[in-house]
């Protein structure tokens, strides 16, 4: 019996030396490579772990044939417990060979959970957001998946003004942003082989009138790498505060008219 244990333990420490020596070597995609270590692994211990309670019910000489015999009566009755068990394993081999997502992928899972992939089972699926928080989710609960690993992403960020604002200073404005976003952040823009960006920093337009009655709204737009994303949100929206600031253009908020006896006032602040 301490035998099998012990031996049992060796073969789950083996395993691991000998799945990271053969992943260690591998080349291109590592976040793929690193998605097809975990499975492997998490397949191995399942296996390691019946042989071993098979080999320990041999030891005590419990004879195992009648309970491979009866294994149809009994599978169709665990089966209907088991159905969730499976469905998750199911679904997960699905989300490998079907390359949705890879270890070290940031996703987001059903509208509800975002953050980075850290291990991809066969029953489940680890998350940790970026607050730190780490989320078990079984395989057959992942819905939809929004990758944010795959290929380029597009940063989107629009502004309001107001109605009264001139057009062409706010379009020279924006077009000041984009020249500065540029050239500060030129490496963290997608390129194309001549060198020549992808998608530059730019002006898309001006995507709606009259948004939440607050004025018009202008959208700038730049195609970057996935792990900058986010920060370039957040730089698009402080270049554009500081220049704005610096023009002496108002950003949009609601307001109300009020009609009284002398005409119509506004009534700021309000909505």
């Not at 419990?62 to 199911?90: E, R």
């Not at 992942?142 to 502004?159: A, E, M, P």
Request: glycine share 8%; aromatic share 12%; hydrophobic share 45%.
């Amino acid at each position: 019996m301490g035998i099998i244990l012990f031996i049992t333990y060796l073969l789950l420490k083996l395993r691991v030396a000998l799945v990271n020596k053969i992943f260690d070597r591998a080349t291109g995609d590592l976040n793929k490579a690193n998605t097809l270590k975990t499975l492997l692994l998490s397949g191995t211990r399942y296996v390691i772990y019946i042989v071993a309670v098979l080999t320990m019910l041999a030891v005590f000489e419990i004879n195992i044939t009648p309970m491979l015999a009866s294994a149809g009566i009994v599978g169709l009755a665990v089966g209907f417990g088991a159905q969730n068990l499976v469905k998750d394993i199911i679904t997960g081999f699905f989300i490998m060979f079907e390359d949705q997502f890879h270890v070290g992928d940031f996703i987001e899972v059903n509208d509800q959970v975002a953050g980075t992939v850290e291990e991809l089972g066969l029953r489940l699926t680890t998350i940790r957001e970026w607050s730190g928080k780490k989320f078990y989710i079984a395989n057959s609960e992942i819905k939809t998946v929004r990758n944010y690993n795959r290929g380029h992403l597009r940063t989107v960020v629009s502004v309001a003004v107001p109605f009264e604002e001139n057009l062409q200073r706010v379009f020279g404005t924006l077009e000041r942003v984009c020249r500065h976003i540029t050239g500060e952040h030129a490496d963290k823009l997608i390129k194309q082989e001549n060198g020549s960006f992808v998608e530059p920093p730019q002006i898309y337009g001006i995507t709606d009138i009259n948004k939440d009655e607050r004025g018009v709204v202008f959208t700038v737009i730049a195609v970057v790498e996935p792990a900058y994303y986010w920060f370039l949100e957040r730089e698009f929206r402080r270049v554009i505060l500081e220049y704005f600031q610096d023009a002496g253009i108002a950003l949009a908020y609601p307001q109300i008219n009020i009609k009284t006896a002398r005409g119509f006032e506004p009534a700021v602040g309000s909505s």
